[in-house]
């Protein structure tokens, strides 16, 4: 069997926070405690094979740059291991590795130094790294003259051009203009292309989704969930959209005061009953069931369909379709099908009204949350997804527009 490219045992690192820092003297001299314990991490575990990109989500906080500088080797856990095979570059706060009254050059020649780089091989390497960062003149002044974007172009450019077996990149692709984030991309996918292994810690999940085989999501300092990327960024999108969500009137469903007719059953015929699981542009139907103390009463359907943050994204009722109310009958079954629901991945909450005839009273509700899912192959930006196409234009037909503005003209 091959040896994993880093493993993670049960990592715990905590940090003793004081009150002020006197504190700290008098805890010395007294042997009294005078700090409470910080956890960063607590009892995180996980293993990433060789040539495979694993994803570090989490909100501000949650401990992902206190994991990553462990894995760097530049801090050591409390508590649990952790092993990393072969050599490491790491792009983490940006100028962390730099010394400020340093050139850039200098600052090259000191990190391929620090990364294992002989004399020759840095030699080699400079003029790469160099002309990657285009830095132009700027590369013999002094780092701290430097812009933010600077710096990164740099760290960037020493990290992945050393060839290490194992990057760690802690959200530098979010600094710096869109040209050379564009450059740091191509960058990464050539060296996942060519076996490397990529531990990335960002916010934007399509850079996850891209890159990344496996995913940690890490909250409060734990692990709140570890596997396929399309699974965890599904449950930490859906986590980010509950936690800004504002509670929603009613609901849950009220059973005192309810009018004259009652919704008895809502089913999913494709899916488990109540909730149902499917892929987009998949068949959906809603059995809903209702039954009425009056037999003579008008009744119509409304079905929505929103995001668990509120967001309504679709909405059907049987009036607009051009239904005649449902009459006659003291219980009653409607079906909505959707041939081709549009929804992209994630999970939705499903919403029943039963209505009167002008379908203004609520007559009964009923609220099912996560009724719906949508999985995909990979995390999608958006809702919904509609047939489309792209068209693209020939030398001639801009040889066309042209002349025939000018004979407009």
Same mark, same amino acid.
């Given at each position: 069997?091959?040896?994993?490219? !880093?493993?993670?045992?049960?990592?715990?690192?905590?940090?003793? !926070?004081?009150?002020?820092?006197?504190?700290?003297?008098? &805890?010395?001299?007294?042997?009294?405690?005078?700090?409470?314990?910080?956890?960063?991490?607590?009892?995180?575990?996980?293993? $990433?094979?060789?040539?495979? %990109?694993? *994803?570090?989500?989490?909100?501000?906080?949650?401990?992902?740059?206190?994991?990553?500088?462990?894995?760097?080797?530049?801090?050591?856990?409390?508590?649990?291991?952790?092993?990393?095979?072969?050599? #490491?570059?790491?792009?983490?706060?940006?100028?962390?590795?730099?010394?400020?009254? @340093?050139?850039?050059?200098?600052?090259?020649?000191?990190?391929?130094?620090?990364? +294992?780089?002989?004399?020759?091989?840095?030699?080699?390497? =400079?003029?790469?790294?160099?002309?990657?960062?285009? $830095?132009?003149?700027?590369? &013999?002044?002094?780092?701290?003259?430097?812009?933010?974007?600077?710096?990164?172009?740099?760290?960037?450019?020493?990290?992945?051009?050393?060839?290490?077996?194992?990057?760690?990149?802690?959200?530098?692709?979010? #600094? *710096?203009?869109?040209?050379?984030?564009?450059?740091?991309? /191509?960058?990464?996918?050539?060296?996942?292309?060519?076996?490397?292994?990529?531990?990335?810690?960002?916010?934007?999940?399509?850079?996850?989704?891209?890159?990344?085989?496996?995913?940690?999501?890490?909250?409060? %300092?734990?692990?709140?969930?570890?596997?396929?990327?399309?699974?965890?960024?599904?449950?930490?999108?859906?986590?980010?959209?509950?936690?800004?969500?504002?509670?929603? &009137?009613?609901?849950?469903? /009220?059973?005192?005061?309810?009018?004259?007719?009652?919704?008895?059953?809502?089913?999913?015929?494709?899916?488990?009953?109540?909730?149902?699981?499917?892929?987009?542009?998949?068949?959906?139907?809603?059995?809903? &069931?209702?039954?009425?103390?009056?037999?003579?009463?008008?009744?119509?359907?409304?079905?929505?369909? /929103?995001?668990?943050?509120?967001?309504?994204?679709?909405?059907?009722?049987?009036?607009?379709? +051009?239904?005649?109310?449902?009459?006659?009958?003291?219980?009653?079954?409607?079906?909505?099908?959707?041939?081709? @629901?549009?929804?992209?991945? %994630?999970?939705?909450? @499903?919403?029943?009204?039963?209505?009167?005839?002008?379908? $203004?009273?609520?007559?009964?509700?009923? =609220?099912?949350?996560?009724?719906?899912?949508?999985?995909?192959?990979?995390?999608?930006?958006?809702?919904?997804?509609?047939?489309?196409?792209?068209?693209?234009?020939?030398?001639?037909?801009?040889?066309?527009?042209?002349?025939?503005?000018?004979?407009?003209?």
């Amino acid at each position: 069997m091959s040896v994993p490219a !880093v493993r993670a045992h049960q990592l715990c690192k905590s940090y003793s !926070v004081y009150a002020r820092p006197l504190d700290r003297v008098v &805890e010395l001299f007294t042997r009294r405690s005078r700090h409470r314990e910080f956890r960063a991490l607590d009892d995180v575990s996980f293993t $990433l094979e060789r040539g495979e %990109g694993f *994803g570090l989500i989490g909100e501000n906080g949650a401990g992902k740059s206190t994991l990553l500088k462990i894995l760097a080797g530049i801090t050591a856990p409390t508590a649990g291991s952790a092993e990393v095979q072969g050599k #490491v570059a790491s792009i983490l706060e940006l100028g962390s590795a730099f010394h400020p009254e @340093l050139t850039g050059r200098q600052n090259i020649v000191l990190n391929a130094a620090l990364l +294992g780089l002989s004399e020759s091989q840095v030699r080699e390497k =400079t003029p790469q790294i160099i002309a990657f960062s285009e $830095l132009g003149d700027f590369i &013999e002044q002094p780092v701290k003259t430097y812009s933010t974007g600077m710096t990164m172009r740099l760290g960037f450019s020493i990290a992945t051009q050393v060839e290490p077996d194992v990057l760690i990149v802690d959200e530098a692709l979010s #600094v *710096g203009d869109g040209y050379f984030q564009k450059k740091c991309i /191509d960058r990464l996918v050539e060296f996942t292309q060519g076996g490397g292994t990529l531990l990335l810690c960002t916010h934007a999940m399509y850079y996850v989704s891209e890159f990344c085989r496996q995913a940690l999501w890490l909250r409060n %300092g734990r692990v709140a969930a570890v596997g396929a990327t399309k699974d965890v960024v599904r449950e930490y999108e859906e986590f980010l959209l509950a936690k800004s969500a504002r509670p929603i &009137e009613g609901a849950q469903r /009220d059973e005192a005061g309810l009018g004259p007719a009652r919704i008895t059953a809502v089913s999913q015929p494709l899916g488990n009953g109540e909730l149902g699981l499917y892929r987009s542009h998949d068949r959906l139907e809603i059995d809903v &069931e209702w039954e009425s103390a009056d037999a003579s009463l008008l009744c119509h359907v409304g079905i929505g369909i /929103d995001r668990v943050d509120g967001v309504q994204v679709l909405s059907f009722l049987s009036r607009d379709a +051009g239904l005649q109310p449902w009459t006659g009958l003291r219980r009653h079954r409607a079906r909505l099908i959707v041939p081709e @629901l549009p929804l992209l991945a %994630g999970t939705f909450t @499903l919403y029943v009204f039963l209505l009167d005839e002008a379908a $203004l009273h609520v007559f009964d509700r009923r =609220t099912i949350p996560g009724a719906i899912t949508i999985e995909g192959a990979k995390f999608t930006i958006g809702l919904v997804h509609t047939a489309h196409r792209w068209e693209t234009a020939t030398e001639d037909s801009f040889r066309d527009s042209e002349l025939e503005r000018a004979a407009k003209a």
